[in-house]
C-alpha cells in the first residue's frame, strides 16, 4: 500500500470533478484559526479577489471585480441568477446540454424568474445556431446563461462562439465555468462575460467551501435590492468586501480560504492557467488512450471533449460499476458515477494535484482488473461447459 500511495496524507486519489486531490500544502494551510474582522485576514480576502480578477481579466481588470460567496458551487449559481436579474422586465435563456444547464433552470423557475431552456442532447454540444434562433424570436430574453464545461458528461460547449451570439443580441451573459476556470485558459474581459462563476475546490485545486464570481463592475454596479434572497444577495455581498476592503457579511469558512490562497500561490508556481491546462490535457489523453486499450469506449466524439472529466460507455451488459469501483478504490483510486439518463456511463476526472504518473497507474491497475475479470469469466464458462458435458454424459 505505502508503494501505492506516496501522498502518505490520502489514502487514495480523487478522480472526480471536485472535491479532487488536493496539495498537503494547501491542507497544511489550514493548521490556523483566523478572526473573520481582523484586518489580517481582511487583507488575505482581498488579495484572493485582486488575484482573481487578474487571472480572469488580465487585459482590462480594472473592469471587472469579484465577489467570494459561502457554500458550494451552486449556491454561488443561484445567487448570481437572483440577484443579476431585475425583478421586472427580465427574462433568462438557459442553454441545457446536461445536469448543471438545468439545475440552473430550475432555479429560474424557484426563483420565480421567468426562464426558457434551450435544451440540446447531452451527448452534444451547445450549438451557438440554435441558441441564436432563440434569442432572434424571442426579444424579452435579457440575459443567457451558459454552461463552459457540463461536467454531467466532461462536454466542453463552444465558448467564443456562444457569446458573440449572446452579445450579437445585446444580452447580458453569464458562464458558469466551474469546473473550467483555472483549468482552461478563458480570458473573461476578451469573451466580454458579465458574469464568471466557480468554486474553491475545482481547478483552482482548493477545499470546497465556497463560490466566487468575476464580475463586470458596470453590470453587477446595476443590481442592487434586486435579490429574492439575503443570504445570497450578490449585490450586498459585493458591496460589504468593497466598502469594507475583504469583509464578509456573515460567517466566512476562513479556513478554506486559507487554503484557496495557497492554491492560488501553487497555480502561478505552476505556469498558471497555461500550464495547468497542459498537465489535464496530458492526464486526460494518458487516460483515454488506456481506457480504449483496456476495451473501454469513450461517450463523446473527441472534437467535443474537455480535459477535465471523461464519460466512459459501460464495456457491456453484465459490467458491475460497483465492483469495478470498489476494487479500483483498493488500489487507490476513487472515480465517479456516470450523471445521464441515457445511457449507461461513469466518470473519471483529470482533474487536480493528478500527473501522468497517476493516470499511467490507473491504466494499468484497470487493464489488470479486465484480464483478471475476462480469465474468471472464461473459467467459468469452461466450468459450465464442463458441467453441461458431464450432465450429458
Ligand atoms: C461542480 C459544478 C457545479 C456546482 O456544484 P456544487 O455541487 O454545488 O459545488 C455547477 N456547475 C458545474 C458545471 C459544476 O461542475
Redesign the pocket.
Known sequence: MAELNQRTDNPYLLLT??PLTTTSSVKEAMLKDWCTWDVEYNKLVDSIRQKLVHLAAPITPEEYTAVLMQG????S?ESTIGTVLPREGAKLAVAVNGA?GE?IVQMAEILGIPVTAVRFDERQAVDPDVLEEVLKNDPSITHAAI?H???TTGVLNPLEELASVIHKYGKTLIV?A??SFGGIPLPVDRLGIDFLIS?SN?CIQGVPGFGFVIARRSSIAKCKGNARSLSLDLYDQWDVMERQHGKWRFTSPTHVVRAFDQALSELEDEGSVEARYHRYQCNQQILVQGMQEAGFEVLLPEEWHSPIITSFKYPNQTFSFSDFYTRLKKQGFVLYPGKLTSEPTFRIGSIGDVHSEDMKRLVGVVKQIVNEKSDNEVNSSTDKNIALNKSSI
Open positions: 470533478p471536485g458550494s458551487g451552486s449556491f449559481v448543471y439545475r454552461v464545461c457540463e461536467t458558469d466551474m469546473s468554486s475545482k
